[in-house]
């Protein structure tokens, strides 16, 4: 039985889960500069994730023979046969019932239809065409994995404002870098699964140069977020050390032999985005306690 919920667990892509839920709940923290209602923030904390989980079960289930021929992919439940595409289906379509129903119940139709779009966009426009468009696919489908923050935002004050948006804009240009460092790395399974990622195209040296230059452009969307005035100092210093970091693993990315250094980038990614907004939290407590 365990396993079996373990196997259900995975269709949620918790590693991607974590993340955009970590970005949500710093903007519904931001948003209310630490007045949370308790009930309103779980109940679109929570929805926000199952709508989420039910969109990454559904790219399993659409995307499950090109899993099948990739290493990184070949063990989703649905790929080894542990959970049957009915029963993913199925888990799918409950998920975005129950998440739907707190978020309408308990927050506002404003988060839901813009958690519901970004569901459709990311389950069924990117999944059955963007990823398969060109070498601009991860750019543009990178919108579905930026919306939580603005997600986050409007479920706990129902408006839609200019912070939430930056921080859209944030994660719009961090997701580019991430996800070729990974495909730099994953470039001849990209390559057998027929998915034209920008190494499989235009071949790694071309992408580390466009990884370095998202990771410059990073840097400065990220410093747009104190120069506006809606963080201080703290937030100044911690954004241009971690932009800083990205933009040297960037170089020693491009600098290196074929994949060498893009996993160390793609990790450092994660760690990246996941440290600037509890930095934002950080600084936002700073201006209002001290």
Known sequence: MSLTIIEYYKLTKP???????????????????????????????????LIAGSSAAINQILDFKYDSVMERTGKRPIVTGKIS???????????????????????????????????????????????FSGVLNIVIGGLAGSMPPLLGWTAVVGTIDPLPLLLVLLIFI?????????AINKKDEYARAGIPMMPVVKGIEYTKIQIVLYSILLLLVSLLLFATGYFGYLYLFGASLLGGIFIQKSWMLKNSNGADYS????????VYLTLIFLLMVADRAVIAYV
């Not at 129950?98 to 970004?118: D, E």
């Not at 961090?174 to 990974?182: K, Q």
């Not at 996993?263 to 994660?270: Q, R």
Request: net charge positive.
């Open 15 to 49: 590693s991607v889960l974590y993340l955009l839920m970590i970005t949500a709940g710093a903007s519904m923290v931001l948003a209310t500069n630490f007045d949370l209602n308790f009930v309103t923030a779980f109940s679109g904390f929570l929805g926000i994730a």
């Open 263 to 270: 996993m160390n980038l793609f990790l450092y990614s994660i």
């Open 85 to 131: 595409v009915s029963s993913a289906t199925l888990f799918a379509v409950i998920l975005l019932i129950c998440g739907s129903a707190l978020i309408l119940y308990f927050n506002n139709f404003l988060t839901w239809s813009l958690t519901f779009a970004t569901w459709v966009f990311y389950a069924f426009v990117y999944t059955k065409i963007l990823k």
């Open 174 to 182: 961090w997701t580019p870098p991430h996800f070729w460092a990974l």
